[in-house]
């Protein structure tokens, strides 16, 4: 180390002599790296500001050489520093003999192929170059990339990055490694098409593990056109492991002003993000169509509504995968197919699978395996388990043959909820799920018990939830499912599920039954703060809107925690944006 830290202070005192030779030095190293040279700055000396970049950005640099060229960089030594009055260096050697060394030092990028440094260029160049302008400067503003990225599907060793950018095609790859700053793995480059989602595997992950990752892009002509800013994730927590995800109500973002005020939203899920989740339950109603004329609307209509909240989620879901609920508003229902390609209910399940890479069955998830002409895999329901948990999503609108709640065609709701269903497959998938889990906590989530009505657990005692008729006194379940062993409240009764979560309702509510806490969730970004529905619950813990909930699983306990987030203008003593308005702890 002190010869090498030598040779770069020698070879930069000498610096003049070595100019003379900089074309035929360039000229190696390009030849070398496939590249075209370029230009050195000016003297830089102590008395003239140099570039003096700090570790983790010269890290950053050399892990995008090492990232472009693999064959050459390889086998890297633990970065060396040295200070020095007019900023530190810093250099590596590769390649186990150290034949060849890159350093950082002065301002200026230094390369070695033996014994002495030489000059490559600016660092300022280099940062052009090789990282899209994004090592030393600003990431986000340095990037050519002006779309936004979403997680999904994480498992134990990968996850699903979906890109998308409106006016921008190209090529996108991921590189990602379990160090910040150091990217040792990258995915397959993907075609980048204006306005669709490009979908990116990050896979050969280690179980337990949290990554970081950085997205290239590569514009139409080929050029590396951006790197963005650093984001992480964490791949299967490992049982005894703990860690937090978090759930949203329905956010409404059609409802402008009544429901919904983007810069709550905005702040509601900044405030998620701080709590680094390793994943974000969306409950349904977060896409809603069924304001648009049913007559004239189109598959792009649809889409937009998909889009709309990608700039919201983005900045929270580059780092949390997103899990999507379905709810009824999304009208992505099976009774809504007509034969064709174009029905609203395929254009929103695949505008779901395209834009949100929803999980489908594999060796990590468990789920629906049923082809749905023009969708494919639908996607609607799944299971995985994280840490010692077991996560349950349940869909009763492509279960069910019927509207379930409100219809697109008119106002009419059902009265005769019997035939409302989760369906024979995801019945038998729902009990197989559960009672083959080991997980010692239990989480099951839908959009509403049921799908459709108002309340928590005043709903669980009838139809194929409870087994009563409407009439709330006789038992209806034998005559209605002789194919149903017993009701879906039984069976989370049965196999110890601790919590069934719900939207719906837009009211924070958390209510008891049999051991179960029926939990309902509260809107993300209501600036009115309103306690909607509240006449439907009889009986619990009710607190008005705004928040999030945010569970932290350990392998004793469960603590659940409403996080309330209000707008600066709406902030006194007594209510800041991300108290803690109401929590408990299930063992
Ligand atoms: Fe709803």
Redesign the pocket.
């Known amino acids: 180390m002190a010869v090498y830290r030598t040779d770069l202070q020698e070879t930069k005192k000498s610096r003049s002599a070595l100019l003379t030779k900089k074309h035929a030095q360039v000229a190696v190293l390009a030849w070398l790296l496939g590249l075209a040279s370029f230009g050195v700055q000016a003297e830089c000396t102590h008395a003239v500001a140099c570039l003096t970049p700090s570790t983790a950005q010269t890290e950053r640099l050399l892990s995008m050489l090492e990232h472009l060229y693999p064959t050459l960089l390889t086998d890297g030594s633990t970065l060396q520093v040295f200070p020095d009055p007019g900023g530190d260096g810093y250099f590596r050697r590769y390649g186990g003999s150290g034949a060849v060394g890159v350093g950082v030092y002065q301002g200026i990028l230094w390369y070695s192929l033996g014994a002495g440094w030489q000059q490559f260029g600016a660092l300022e160049a280099a940062d052009t170059e090789f990282c899209g302008g994004t090592c030393f400067g600003t990431p986000e503003t340095a990037s050519a990339f002006r779309g936004n990225m979403v997680l999904g599907s994480p498992t134990k060793d990968s996850v699903r990055l979906n890109v998308y950018s409106v006016g921008q095609n190209g090529q996108v790859y991921a590189v990602y490694g379990s160090e910040p700053g150091r990217y040792s793995q990258r995915s397959a480059t993907m075609p980048l098409k204006s306005a669709e989602g490009s979908e990116l595997l990050l896979g050969g992950l280690r179980p337990d593990t949290r990554y970081y990752y950085r997205l290239h892009y590569r514009d139409a002509a080929g050029r590396e056109a951006g790197l963005t800013a650093e984001y992480s994730f964490h791949t299967q927590r490992a049982a005894g492991s703990d860690f937090t995800f978090a759930l949203q109500g ?1 956010s409404h973002p059609e409802r402008e002003r009544s429901q919904f005020d983007g810069r709550l939203y905005a702040r509601t899920l900044q405030t998620v993000a701080a709590d680094r989740p390793d994943f974000y339950i969306l409950m ?2 977060d896409f809603s169509v069924d304001n648009l004329d049913y007559a004239t609307i189109t598959k792009s209509q649809v889409v937009e509504r998909y889009v709309l909240q990608r700039p919201y989620l983005a900045p929270l879901a580059s780092s949390a995968p997103l899990f999507l609920v379905n ?3 999304e009208q992505s229902a099976r009774y809504l197919l007509n034969g064709t390609p174009d029905s609203v209910a395929v254009w929103a399940q695949n505008a779901r699978n395209s834009l949100y890479s929803q999980p489908a069955p594999d060796a990590f998830y468990s789920g629906n395996t049923e082809r749905v002409p023009h969708v494919g895999e639908l996607r609607n329901y799944f299971a995985w388990t994280w840490g010692d948990a077991l996560f349950v999503v349940i869909d009763f609108y492509w279960g069910s043959n019927v509207a379930v ?1 409100n219809s697109f065609y008119d106002d009419n709701k059902r009265t005769n909820l019997w035939d409302v269903t989760l369906g024979t497959a995801q019945y038998d998938w729902l009990k197989q799920t559960l009672e083959q889990s080991t997980a010692k906590h239990k989480f099951v989530m839908a ?2 018990v049921l799908g459709t009505g108002r309340g928590g657990i005043e709903l669980t005692t009838k139809f194929e939830w409870g087994g009563l008729n409407n009439d709330g006194r006789t038992n209806g379940f034998a005559a209605n499912r002789a194919n149903m062993p017993s009701t879906i409240h039984q069976l989370l009764v049965d196999n110890g599920v601790d919590i069934f979560f719900q ?2 309702d837009h009211i924070w509510v958390r209510q008891v039954r049999d051991g179960i806490t029926y939990q309902t969730l509260s809107q993300p970004a209501d600036p009115n703060y309103s306690l909607f529905n509240s006449s439907a619950f009889t009986s619990g813990v009710l607190i008005p809107n705004s928040g999030y909930t945010r569970v932290r699983v350990s392998e004793r306990d469960i603590k659940v925690e409403y996080v309330r987030t209000f707008l600066p203008e709406d902030e006194t003593p007594d209510q800041t944006s991300g108290q803690v308005a109401y929590s408990y702890t299930l063992e």
Request: hydrophobic content about 0%.
């Open positions: 329905d349904g109603d709810g009824n508003h709640d959009h509403h939207g719906h």
